[in-house]
C-alpha cells in the first residue's frame, strides 16, 4: 500500500521538465549550427586566401580563360541577335569571334605600331624632355640632380642605333602578333580565341540545360534570373562603357590634332583603353599624354597641355556623362572597384586590371542572388548566408521554441 500510495502521490512528475527538454534540444542544435557555420567559415577563408596564389600560379591558363569567358558573355546579346534572324548557333559564333577579332586588330593597328615609333625615339628626345622639365624643378635643386642621374641612367641602359631601330618593326595584325610572340603566348591566344567560339556556338544549349535540370519551377526560375542578370549587366557595362571610351578617345584624339600633336589617334587609343581602369587608367593616361607634350614641345605649358586636355575631356565625361547614361542600375560601390583592382591587377597585372570590374559584377550578381557570407550575422547572430539585398530570415531555433511554447499554451481553435 506505502508502495501505491507513494506512486499514487507523484503522477505528474514526468511533465515537469518539458519547456526546459524544448530548451536544451534547441540550445545543443544551435550550438551545432554554429559549428558547422564555423567550420563552413574556416573553410571559405582558407580557400579565399589560397585563391589569389593559385591563380596567379596557374596565370598562362586561368588568365585567358577568364578573358575568354568574359568576352563571350559580353558578345551574347550580339549572338541572340543573329539567332533570332534565323542565323545558326556555329555560324552565329563565328561571326561574333570574327567581329571582335577586326575591333581588337583595329586597336592594335592604331596603337601599338604608332607607339613602337614613340618608344624608338624616346631617347633622341630626352635633352628635350630634360630642358622642358628643368624650369619646374629650379626650385628643388636635389630634386633636379635626381632627376637627371635618372634619365642618364635611362639613356644609358639601352641606347637605340638607327640601325636597330630599322631591323625591328611593331606587329602590324593580330596575325603577325601571334607569329612574333613566343609559343606560349600563341597558344594562349589560340586558346582564348576556341574558349570563345565553343561557348558561344553552345551558349543555347548550356543555357537551356543549366535552367531544366533543377529538380524545381522555383530553382528552373532562379537559374534563369541569375544567367540573364549576368549576360544582361556584363554586357550592358562592357558596351556602355566601349561607346564612352571610344567617344573620349576620338575627342581626345581631335582635341590633339588640333594642336599639332603627332599621331593623335594613337594618343586617343590610350586613352580610350586606359579608361577601362577606373580612377588609376586615367591617371596613367594624362602621365603619358605629359611624356608625349615633353617630347614633342619645346615649351614647358605647351607640353603639358595635351594632359590638361585630356583630363578636362575625362571629368566631363566621368562626372556628367558616364553617371547619365549609366545610371543607377550599374552603380557599383567605389571600395569594391578599389579592391578589384588591385587584387586583379596583383594577380595578372594590366589584363586583370582591364578585366577587374566586369568581374566585380559577374560576382556581385551570383552572389546577390546565391547568398554571399554573413560575417557580422555569423559573429553576432547566427546567419552565415545573406540573399542579395534582404534581410536574414529569423533564427530557426527561436522560431521552434515558440511554436512548441505557442502550442501548449494557447487554446484550441473556436468550434
Given at each position: 500500500?506505502?508502495?501505491?500510495e507513494?506512486?499514487v ?6 511533465l ?18 554554429r559549428l ?5 567559415l574556416m573553410?571559405?577563408?582558407?580557400l579565399?586566401?589560397?585563391l ?10 586561368f ?15 550580339v549572338l ?18 570574327l567581329l571582335?577579332?577586326?575591333a ?5 593597328a592604331?596603337i601599338v605600331?604608332?607607339a613602337?615609333?614613340w ?9 628635350n624632355?630634360?630642358s ?5 624643378i ?17 639613356a ?8 636597330e631601330?630599322?631591323a ?5 595584325s593580330?596575325?603577325?602578333?601571334a ?23 553552345g551558349?543555347?544549349?548550356l ?26 549587366d ?10 564612352i571610351?571610344?567617344?573620349?578617345g576620338?575627342?581626345?584624339?581631335g582635341?590633339?590634332?588640333l ?5 593623335p ?8 583603353l ?6 588609376l587608367?586615367p ?7 605629359a611624356?608625349?607634350?615633353?617630347m614633342?614641345y ?5 607640353a ?10 575625362h571629368?566631363?565625361?566621368?562626372n ?8 543607377r ?10 579592391i ?11 589584363p ?15 552572389l ?18 545573406v540573399?542579395?539585398g534582404?534581410?536574414p530570415?529569423?533564427r530557426?531555433?527561436f522560431?521552434?521554441?515558440?511554436a512548441r511554447?505557442t ?9
Amino acid at each position: 500500500m506505502e508502495r501505491e500510495e507513494g506512486a499514487v502521490t507523484h503522477p505528474a512528475r514526468p511533465l515537469e521538465p518539458l519547456v526546459p527538454a524544448v530548451a536544451t534540444e534547441a540550445e545543443a542544435e544551435d550550438r551545432r549550427d554554429r559549428l558547422l557555420a564555423a567550420l563552413t567559415l574556416m573553410i571559405g577563408a582558407g580557400l579565399f586566401l589560397a585563391l589569389p596564389f593559385a591563380l596567379r600560379a596557374g596565370s598562362p591558363f586561368f588568365l585567358p580563360l577568364t578573358a575568354a569567358i568574359v568576352i563571350a558573355i559580353a558578345l551574347v546579346p550580339v549572338l541572340e541577335w543573329l539567332e533570332r534572324h534565323r542565323v545558326p548557333a556555329p555560324l552565329a559564333a563565328l561571326t561574333c569571334v570574327l567581329l571582335f577579332l577586326v575591333a581588337a586588330n583595329a586597336a592594335l593597328a592604331s596603337i601599338v605600331v604608332p607607339a613602337w615609333g614613340w618608344l624608338s625615339i624616346l631617347p633622341e628626345r630626352i635633352d628635350n624632355i630634360q630642358s622642358n622639365v628643368k624650369p619646374l624643378i629650379d626650385f628643388y635643386a636635389n630634386l633636379e640632380s635626381f632627376v637627371n642621374k635618372t634619365i642618364q641612367d635611362l639613356a644609358a641602359s639601352r641606347p637605340i642605333r638607327p640601325a636597330e631601330a630599322a631591323a625591328e618593326s611593331p606587329p602590324r595584325s593580330i596575325l603577325e602578333l601571334a607569329a612574333t610572340s613566343a609559343p606560349a603566348a600563341f597558344i594562349e591566344m589560340f586558346f582564348a580565341i576556341l574558349v570563345i567560339f565553343f561557348f558561344l556556338s553552345g551558349w543555347t544549349r548550356l543555357r537551356r540545360k543549366a535552367i531544366t535540370s533543377r529538380h524545381s519551377f522555383g530553382g528552373a526560375m532562379a537559374t534563369a534570373r541569375v544567367i540573364q542578370d549576368v549576360v544582361d549587366d556584363t554586357s550592358a557595362y562592357l558596351g556602355t562603357i566601349t561607346a564612352i571610351n571610344v567617344s573620349l578617345g576620338l575627342l581626345v584624339a581631335g582635341a590633339l590634332w588640333l594642336i599639332g600633336m603627332p599621331t593623335p589617334l594613337m594618343w586617343g587609343g590610350i586613352v580610350a583603353l586606359l579608361n577601362y581602369i577606373p580612377y588609376l587608367g586615367p591617371i596613367f593616361a594624362a602621365m603619358l599624354l605629359a611624356l608625349g607634350g615633353l617630347m614633342t614641345y619645346q615649351d614647358v605649358w605647351t607640353a603639358l597641355l595635351p594632359a590638361g586636355i585630356m583630363i578636362a575631356f575625362h571629368l566631363i565625361e566621368a562626372n556628367l556623362v558616364t553617371p547619365l547614361i549609366v545610371g543607377r542600375r550599374l552603380t557599383i560601390n567605389p571600395i569594391l572597384i578599389l579592391i578589384s583592382l588591385s587584387f586583379w591587377g596583383w594577380v595578372w597585372g594590366t589584363p586583370g586590371a582591364l578585366m577587374a570590374v566586369p568581374l566585380l559584377i559577374i560576382i556581385q550578381t551570383v552572389l546577390n542572388a546565391a547568398g554571399k557570407p554573413d560575417i557580422a550575422g555569423f559573429l553576432f547572430e547566427h546567419g552565415t548566408l545573406v540573399a542579395g539585398g534582404n534581410p536574414p530570415p529569423p533564427r530557426a531555433n527561436f522560431n521552434r521554441v515558440e511554436a512548441r511554447e505557442t502550442a501548449v499554451d494557447s487554446p484550441g481553435p473556436p468550434v
